[in-house]
């Protein structure tokens, strides 16, 4: 697990797991309550690309939480993909 460096959100754990899988993607949490995977390429303005983790059913980022999310991804894009190149693909590659 490495965290995300390119931004933070008070509240939040953001991660990207160091073995995971494409579409590149970083992990978001709110400790105890939520976890959503980011799929930041795919992110655009009002569009949060994500699929929740946990809680299965009912639960998940409130709006306000979705939006800090969103546009820390959007200004950020660039170098949440370096991160992931760094991170995620260096390390599968090497193992």
Known sequence: ?????AF??????????SSDHIPPHFH???????EVR???MDCAP????SKKVWPRGRGGPRRQ?????????LAHRVELL???????????EQS
């Not at 697990?1 to 460096?5: E, I, Q």
């Not at 978001?28 to 939520?34: I, Q, Y």
């Not at 370096?82 to 599968?92: L, N, Q």
């Open 65 to 73: 939480e979705r939006e800090a999310i969103l546009d820390a991804t």
């Open 1 to 5: 697990m490495a965290k995300v460096t």
């Open 82 to 92: 370096a991160e992931w190149e760094t991170k995620v693909r260096t390390r599968k």
């Open 28 to 34: 978001a949490r709110k400790p105890g309550c939520w």
């Open 8 to 17: 933070t959100i008070p509240g939040l754990d953001l991660w990207f797991n």
């Open 38 to 40: 980011v799929f930041f």
């Open 46 to 49: 009002g569009w949060l690309a």
